[in-house]
């Protein structure tokens, strides 16, 4: 009796024994195949067309950062016997990279460049989360007069003359600041993460203020390591304005000092002489190299930092976006 009260005890423990364990690795291929094996014809046909078509798009766009590169790195004699053409080269030289840190110019420009990404980023963030976080509460007097106020900067703008003006008149003119004060809050982004905080649980809050925190302590401590995915998705829309911004440095900076790279890079490009440009930083004795060659060196240097960046901040972009769109 006893030993079929234990086997009764072993055989009822069977069923359970593979409960709450998670399916393996072949378990979910396997499931995948049956999924991919039971399509019908149709169904496989339109996959087809669906990663076809995904394939060339992606091909088209990596497409021409790859002919970049390898026209920098090609001797220029046998990019012209190929007709300006070529996808694999015989020949590997980077003379184009050493011409171009070799002079003073492109590693100014990337320095200052960094540093306005990361201080003008920072500065982006800050300035709205603490203007997107009082405006989020309903209960804030004269919310929708300043929303209003807000909002209307996205249909109009005081225009391209008055704002010269304006920079000129607070005494930011042919510094670093102006590459970082105007368009401090962009309206867009501002609007989407007063949208995310207004989807946070107003019961998280109440919590906090039972517990003694203020608003400050409560945006800092509490709402803001809830809205990481949308934070590192504003900072990388903020991120990759200020290392592509060039309209700034040309029309409120005239100091080649001050010249962030994107207008280094757009010198040298509409210049003549490329390498009469580097010089005017102080070039090396090596012999100057064809114009095209050190243009593409220099465009691949001024990418290669963005997709550096880029895919560690890509995991929060959908998302970020997608929560701070969607209300309710």
């Known amino acids: 009796m006893h030993e079929g009260n234990q086997q009764e005890s072993r055989g009822g ?75 694999v080269p015989s020949q590997i030289t980077f003379d184009a990279y050493k011409e171009i840190f070799s002079s003073a110019r492109v590693p100014h420009a990337l320095r200052l460049t960094l540093f306005i990404t990361l201080l003008g980023t920072l500065l982006n963030l800050v300035v709205t989360i603490l203007l997107a976080y009082p405006l989020s509460k309903k209960s804030m007097g004269g919310r929708n007069s300043i929303l209003v106020a807000i909002v209307f900067t996205m249909l109009f703008s005081g225009g391209l003359i008055p704002t010269y003006l304006v920079v000129r008149g607070i005494g930011i003119y042919n510094t670093v600041w102006a590459l970082l004060i105007p368009g401090l809050v962009s309206t867009f982004n501002l609007l989407i993460i007063k949208t995310y905080f207004e989807n946070l649980p107003e019961e998280i809050e109440d919590a906090a203020k039972v517990d003694g925190c203020g608003d400050v302590r409560t945006l800092f401590s509490i709402v803001l390591p809830l809205s990481m995915p949308i934070v590192a998705t504003l900072g990388l829309f903020y991120g990759v304005g200020h290392w592509n911004e060039y309209f700034k440095g040309i029309m409120y900076v005239t100091d080649r000092e001050l010249a962030p790279m994107q207008v280094v890079l757009r010198n040298m490009i509409q210049s003549p002489n490329v390498n009469q440009e580097l010089a005017l930083y102080g070039s090396s004795d090596m012999a ?40 309710g």
């Open 13 to 87: 423990d069977l069923p359970n024994s593979g409960r709450g364990r998670a399916p393996s690795l072949s378990q979910k291929v396997s499931e995948v195949m049956s999924v991919v094996m039971h399509k019908s014809g149709s169904d496989r046909f339109v996959d087809i067309v669906i990663y076809s078509s995904l394939t060339l798009f992606a091909l088209s766009t990596l497409f021409p950062l790859y002919y970049v590169f390898i026209v920098s790195i090609t001797p220029y004699a046998e990019v012209l016997r190929n007709g300006g053409f070529i996808i």
């Open 288 to 327: 100057p190299l064809p114009p095209e060659t050190v243009k593409m060196a220099t465009v691949t240097v001024a990418i290669v930092p963005i997709l550096v960046v880029y895919p560690f901040l890509q995991k929060y972009f959908m998302k970020g976006m997608l929560l701070g769109a969607i209300k």
